[in-house]
């Protein structure tokens, strides 16, 4: 991958466009190192990015306001109104840049203009969830957000936060039912079936734990690769065995699928190992991987 | 785990070589029927039918190189929509961006922070 974290100050000129486009795709939040690339590497000469100007100007607009870097915001801001006199998208940013600097009624006031001109338009009104976040009403937000959600019921991010902010308040059974319906509009997604199969198995009990490993498994048969869907898998059916009232196929069944997934977890390590600088460290961690062991 | 889902075992070098001879049959096959066609116009026969054995040399070579094939390439593999998510982190999967505050502690990063909404601060 290009963008991994360095020095972003030496790169060159197409490396940085590279970087800040891979960035704005899988939605990172690394605003430091977008205003550090600007900055150094990238502001040399807009004029460069041609067709992508814009879009980076957006992105590093976000990402000064994220560092605090209310004058280069405000220079990405006037840049942008010179290219789109009456647009409403700079009329946004302009929105969060009041946000980040904490004047909040100027803020709502914009918002409110944006909407009353386009309703369908979900960003405005996530805008203004944000701000109630923003404010710490936290509550509030929630209640915002299922509004917003029932106008907009196939909104996957919307979702995905209300997730959030049902765990960050511990409500696991309505986090788990957010999560499900992130997963109703990407049913293949392993992340979003591990991260469910997560909040089922916080919520304990017999039932949510058995559902949490038959997430976890269907997260593994889509990404094999993924240790957390192991680790998962491993930790409810030993919980199972451990705790639950099972026939003895069911036990039998669970013993061996921790077992497989151990053993799996343990291949990973190894080949780690192999590749390691110092390998003593891996072979404490194998040894306490294979301590999960049911027998 | 992809599984053998086909059934069929994997492909030995038996495989191989009927799979070489069936489709080098195949040509064969077409270049005699092409050959054939070339010697009726030139000796003034309508064209009717092809021989016999040329269509028997056809339909045989085809079957042996579809079997054949089948088993050089192989069980099938699960479709992996999900490849790119293998090495995603959740900070970026569950960032949601649109809903991004900013009130958190890199407010301290900007160089006006001790003047700002009158925190008393000793710079």
Same mark, same amino acid.
């Given at each position: 991958m ?6 972003w100050?030496?790169?060159? $000129? ?9 960035w ?6 690394r ?7 600007w ?12 067709d ?32 789109f ?5 700079v009329l946004?940013?302009?929105?969060m ?18 909407i009353?001109a386009?309703?369908?338009?979900p ?7 944000a ?15 299922n ?32 999560m499900?319906?992130v ?23 017999q ?6 490993r038959?997430?976890?498994e269907?997260?593994?048969? $889509? ?7 192991l ?48 390998p ?16 | 785990?992809?599984s ?51 269509v ?26 999900d ?11 569950g ?21 700002d909404?009158?925190?008393?601060f000793?710079?």
């Amino acid at each position: 991958m290009v963008a991994d974290r360095r020095d972003w100050t030496t790169v060159s $000129f197409e490396e940085g466009r590279e970087a800040l486009k891979e960035w704005r795709e899988e939605h990172a939040r690394r605003s430091d190192e977008v205003v550090e690339l600007w900055e150094h590497v990238l502001s040399r000469s807009p004029s460069s990015l041609a067709d992508e100007l814009c879009t980076v100007y957006e992105q590093v607009c976000i990402a000064a306001l994220d560092c605090s870097r209310t004058d280069l915001a405000h220079e990405c801001i006037n840049a942008l109104h010179k290219r789109f006199p009456g647009s409403s998208r700079v009329l946004r940013l302009q929105g969060m840049f009041y946000e980040a600097r904490g004047q909040w009624k100027t803020a709502e006031g914009i918002y409110e203009k944006l909407i009353a001109a386009d309703e369908t338009n979900p960003g405005y009104r996530k805008r203004r969830v944000a701000m109630l976040l923003g404010q710490g009403k936290r509550l509030e937000a929630i209640k915002a957000l299922n509004e917003h959600l029932e106008s907009f019921i196939t909104d996957s991010e919307a979702w995905l936060q209300l997730c959030e902010l049902y765990l960050t308040e511990s409500d696991y059974a309505r986090a788990a039912h957010a999560m499900e319906e992130v997963l109703l509009t990407a049913p293949t997604n392993s992340i979003y079936l591990r991260r469910l199969a997560d909040i089922r198995y916080t919520q304990g009990g017999q039932e949510n734990v058995e559902v949490a490993r038959a997430y976890y498994e269907q997260a593994l048969k $889509f990404s094999p690769v993924d240790l957390r869907a192991l680790y998962g898998v491993v930790l409810s059916c030993n919980s199972l065995v451990a705790t639950a009232r099972l026939t003895a196929d069911k036990k039998k069944e669970y013993t061996t699928a921790a077992n497989a997934a151990l053993q799996r977890i343990v291949e990973r390590y190894e080949t780690l190992e192999s590749e390691a600088a110092n390998p003593e460290e891996y072979s404490n961690i194998i040894e306490t991987v294979r301590g999960m062991e049911i027998h | 785990m992809p599984s053998s889902a086909s059934g069929s075992a994997p492909a030995t070098f038996l495989h191989k070589v009927i799979a070489a001879v069936s489709f080098a049959a195949l040509i064969h096959a077409a270049y005699s029927a092409a050959q054939h066609r070339l010697y009726l116009r030139l000796t003034e026969q309508p064209f009717t039918a092809l021989p016999a054995d040329i269509v028997a040399q056809t339909l045989a070579s085809l079957i042996f190189l579809c079997w054949a094939c089948t088993h050089v390439a192989g069980a099938f593999q699960p479709i992996r929509a999900d490849i790119a998510n293998g090495r995603r982190k959740w900070d970026d999967v569950g960032s949601c961006l649109s809903f991004v505050t900013f009130e958190h502690r890199a407010k301290a990063l900007s160089p006006t922070y001790a003047l700002d909404s009158g925190r008393a601060f000793a710079v």
